[in-house]
């Protein structure tokens, strides 16, 4: 039976599916592999199930000469903490889960709309903190999100869940940038990114992380954004200079920003945490129990083809 490696805990209905197939271990920690257990776990185990923040680097391939390891089912969508060149170059495949993650991830998204539109943070912290007085008429006054425009930088399978929720849910105009046009079903606009964040009253970024996208929002992207703006990043947090960023909101050049994803995970700077024109959420664009359990299903099928000897559903590399 092949042995196989989870890098971390996972729900026990995944892995007894595993365990049908393989001989597995799944280790108890929740933090990312240091480059040693990377190297072992490439020479230890016919395949592993890796996640966000194991990167899987050039250095952690170069001490692993004919591996034993044949594939690296990636937890997830985002691929940019592994090195595919010298993946490919070791004779591992890489496989990711694009499909499974869609809906919840845009849920997040609107998520953070709502909760920076509307100042549910701070209304939340001062609740919690016994400083609220009672209602007022200019209490926490906030952005109205029914009717305004949202823009989607990256209208691919998750922009365009957020941009069907934005438009049949709050009847938000939607405006995008795309490789190409995107018919969704409604009226649409694609566009170049100085145009939409000019124009967006919410800049959703959702787009995949690459060498071209690091720090697409940049100091200068974030000045064309209105002062009644917010920017809201459910991608990864490199696509965003997060100290540009952070300087935009402490002098109020957008009025605010949500944010699943950090530039420098799980490091979130000290600046960025004592904002309160900011909502910060801990990566859970995907966690329901429902998608954690079919990201899971989805990523030891990919295991389960590869070791075959087939070619697995999600193959990347």
């Known amino acids: 039976m092949k042995r196989v490696y989870f890098t971390r805990p996972l729900p026990e209905s995944v892995a007894d599916m595993a365990r049908e197939h393989?001989?597995?271990e799944m280790r108890e920690e929740n933090t990312p592999l240091k480059i040693g257990q990377m190297r072992a776990a490439l020479n230890l185990y016919d395949g592993v199930l890796m996640m966000f923040g194991d990167t899987f680097s050039s250095e952690v391939f170069r001490e692993a000469q004919n591996p034993r390891c044949k594939v690296l089912a990636n937890y997830g969508v985002g691929i940019n903490h592994i090195d595919l060149a010298?993946?490919?170059?070791a004779g591992v495949h890489v496989t990711n889960v694009?499909?499974?993650?869609?809906?919840?991830?845009?849920?997040?998204g609107m998520t953070l709309i709502m909760m920076s539109a509307?100042?549910?943070?701070?209304?939340?912290?001062?609740?919690?903190?016994?400083?609220?007085?009672g209602w007022n008429p200019t209490q926490l006054l906030g952005?109205?999100?029914?009717?305004?425009?949202?823009?989607?930088?990256?209208?691919g399978r998750i922009g365009g869940a957020i941009a069907q929720r934005c438009h049949h849910g709050f009847g938000m105009d939607v405006i995008y940038t795309a490789r190409s046009d995107k018919d969704p079903g409604f009226p649409c606009e694609r566009v170049e990114l100085q145009d939409l964040l000019a124009r967006a009253d919410f800049a959703v970024v959702s787009v995949p992380v690459s060498p071209e996208t690091r720090h697409l929002i940049d100091a200068e992207a974030i000045a064309l954004m209105p002062r009644h703006a917010h920017l809201i990043?459910?991608?990864?947090?490199?696509?965003?200079d997060e100290a540009a960023l952070i300087n935009a909101l402490q002098e109020g050049r957008i009025r605010g920003a949500g944010l699943d994803v950090f530039e420098n995970e799980p490091e979130v700077p000290e600046t960025l945490k004592a904002l309160e024109n900011v909502v910060l959420l801990p990566h859970m664009g995907t966690s329901t129990l429902e998608v954690r359990e079919k990201m899971g299903r989805v990523a030891v099928e990919n295991l389960r083809a590869a070791l075959a000897g087939e070619t697995p559903p999600n193959l990347v590399n």
Do not use: C, L, Q, Y
């Open 86 to 89: 010298a993946a490919r170059s």
């Open 22 to 24: 393989f001989d597995v």
């Open 233 to 240: 990043n459910i991608a990864r947090g490199d696509i965003v």
């Open 143 to 155: 952005t109205h999100v029914t009717g305004k425009t949202v823009g989607i930088i990256g209208m």
């Open 118 to 133: 509307r100042r549910a943070g701070e209304g939340e912290r001062m609740v919690r903190a016994g400083k609220w007085p």
């Open 98 to 108: 694009p499909g499974a993650v869609t809906d919840a991830t845009a849920d997040i």
